[in-house]
Every structure is written in C-alpha cells, then in structure tokens.
C-alpha cells in the first residue's frame, strides 16, 4: 500500500513540475533524494549493528534474562490467565526496554501464538492479548535506538539529550497504556463474535 502511495506522491510531483515548466528541478531533486537515502542508510547501519551488538552482549551476559525473571512476576498481575505465554512477553518487552525492536519481534509473535492457543472465544481478542498489544505498542524505552541513530546519522550535536525525555515520556505511556487496557477489558468484557450484549 505505502509503494502505491510513494508512486502516486512521485507522479503528482513530476506532473506539477512539467506543468510549471521546472521538471529538471523536479527531477535532480528526486536523484538527490535517492542519494541522501542510501548515505543514511548506510549511516543508520553503524549505529543499528552497534546497539545490537550491545544487545547481544547484555543478552550472552545474563542482563535479558535476569531482567525477564525480575520481572516475570510483576506480568503475571497484567497478565493472569497468559501462562506459558509471560516468558515470551517478558522478554518482548525487555528487549524493547533496551530499544532492540527487531529482537523484540519474534517474541512478540510468539506470546502471541501462546496466547491464542488459550483463547476463549475463536476470532476474539482475550483481555491478555489486549494488554500485551497496548504494552507492546507504548513501548517502555530505556535506550531508543532508533532515534539515537537517527539523530546520529543526522549530525547531531548532543544526539544522547532525548534519553531520559524519551524514557519519561515512555513510562508515562506504558502506565496510561496498561491502566485504561484494564479499565475497558473491566467495562467490555469478551464475547463471540456477532453476539450481543448478554
């Protein structure tokens, strides 16, 4: 869908820019375009083999596991009914805490099979997999590697500033994001698809 969109934004520019008589602008700016992506992508690959690298470290170190046994515990109050499912979940998200997304990722996909396989209802989202979704896409974020390598890549001068910012602004996310999940799983309870209220 967004390569459908790019094409279209491309189009309209290079159809405005021959209607205004300037299509060599439009043109060198889509060759300058293209030659600035790959210069950043190629300076966001340093800073991402960095903090994975980092990642692997912490992970082949214990830091991962113990900080998923540390908090394994505290999951299960969001998570009762998860089982088996609070080890990958715990993990999804202390990868995200160290900002190693694409780690985080095949965790994620994993607690979630757990989950499903634990369904109520076919087809429904239970409260567990709703919690696990609205924590996941808060993202409480320790390191966000993702900006850091941007700002990085960008030529920023203190690129490391937005850390404790970013961090508070997460915490405050994660909680928002785990109270009012509660609060609607408590108000909505789950039922078959196409059933009415009981």
Known sequence: ????????MIAAAIICGAANGSIAAVLDALTEGAANAVTLSLSLAGAYMLWMGLMGIARRAGLID???????KPLALLFPNAGEAVAPITLNLAANF?????AATPFGLEAMR????KAKYAGVATD?????????????????ANVLALRTAAGSED???????TFIASVISFVSAAVIC??????????PIGKGKA
């Open 1 to 8: 869908m967004m390569g459908y969109i790019f094409a279209a």
């Open 66 to 72: 113990a900080l998923s046994r540390a908090m394994r």
């Open 98 to 102: 160290f900002g190693a997304g694409s």
């Open 114 to 117: 757990e989950l499903n396989a």
């Open 128 to 144: 567990e997999m709703c919690m696990f979704l609205a924590l996941n896409a808060s993202a409480l974020e320790l390191l966000p």
């Open 159 to 165: 690129a490391y500033i937005v850390v404790l910012p």
């Open 182 to 191: 509660a609060l609607l799983c408590r108000i909505m309870p789950q039922r």
